[in-house]
């Protein structure tokens, strides 16, 4: 069965002499792996539209296992991202996330959207953490996992002062229902507000907010503890981004 979506690359291996086995992220019908026939060889015309950094429209063709991409064309190439060491490292996380997160044949649209107009606004301006932060939220958010922010999420009671979050939970807790352990976060007033709007707002005004350095570091701590709760998995690029910012390659 032949089918065409647009598509981006999330990982990229040689196979056999001149193919590559990709992992790519369809608009149409979510994660797929799929083969790119002598994509290798200089003349290949799949060449351009089957690298990282780019948006293309692939033709592909339904296998047994694998499918097979026929033919593609490049939409979109996020150039400046791919020469920015941060990011481009930045955009590789990302990728990682997708790749190790998605299901295969699960169509997720609204989150395909949402990772283009990310990438764009990366490629287009300086790297704006909060597009990260924005990006793993709607992530969150699109594979079942959104947060609950507006009332305790055990016994429904309106909120106390004091602000808790459970991570296996999900959710905002009142103090009666919170419990000192690993799972347990306590958020600042601006971590909450940040948090609800990278859950509720849109990526046009994430450019708009003014977060202090505090806020957003325990809005990344609480993402990198509740992606590795939810999703079971670690992430290697985001340790390469810490080290970098340790060593100050990157600002923090
Ligand atoms: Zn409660």
């Known amino acids: 069965m032949y089918y065409q979506s647009r598509g981006v690359i999330l990982k990229s291996r040689d196979f056999k002499d001149s193919d590559k086995l990709l992992s790519i992220f369809t608009e149409k019908d979510g994660k ?3 083969i790119a026939k002598g994509v290798k060889k200089p003349k290949s015309s799949l060449r351009s539209c089957v690298q ?7 033709y592909l063709n339904r296998g047994r296992e694998m499918d097979l991409i026929t033919q593609g064309r490049l939409l979109d190439f996020y150039g400046n991202s791919r020469q920015d060491l941060e990011r481009a490292l930045h955009c590789l996380y990302l990728m990682e996330l997708l790749d190790k997160s998605l299901l295969e044949h699960v169509p997720l649209p609204g989150l395909y959207h949402t990772l283009i107009n990310v990438l764009k606004a990366i490629n287009e301006q300086e790297l704006n953490p909060l597009y990260i932060r924005y990006f793993e939220t709607q992530l969150l958010v699109h594979l079942g996992y959104q947060p609950v922010l507006r009332h305790c999420v055990k016994c429904g009671q309106q909120l106390d002062k ?9 959710g905002l807790t009142c103090l009666s229902c919170s419990r000192e352990n690993e799972y347990q976060m306590v958020f600042s007033g601006e971590t909450l507000g940040l948090l ?8 046009q005004a994430v450019n708009r907010i003014k977060a202090s350095p505090a806020g957003l570091k325990q809005l990344e701590l609480f993402l990198e503890k509740y992606l590795e709760y939810h999703l079971d998995r670690r992430f290697k690029t985001k340790n390469t981004i810490s080290l970098m910012k340790k060593n100050m390659v990157f600002p923090n």
């Open 162 to 170: 004091k602000i808790f979050f459970d991570l296996a939970e999900g």
């Open 32 to 34: 797929v792996k799929a």
């Open 52 to 58: 990282p950094f780019c948006h293309s429209f692939l």
């Open 196 to 203: 609800r709007f990278m859950t509720e707002g849109n990526l």
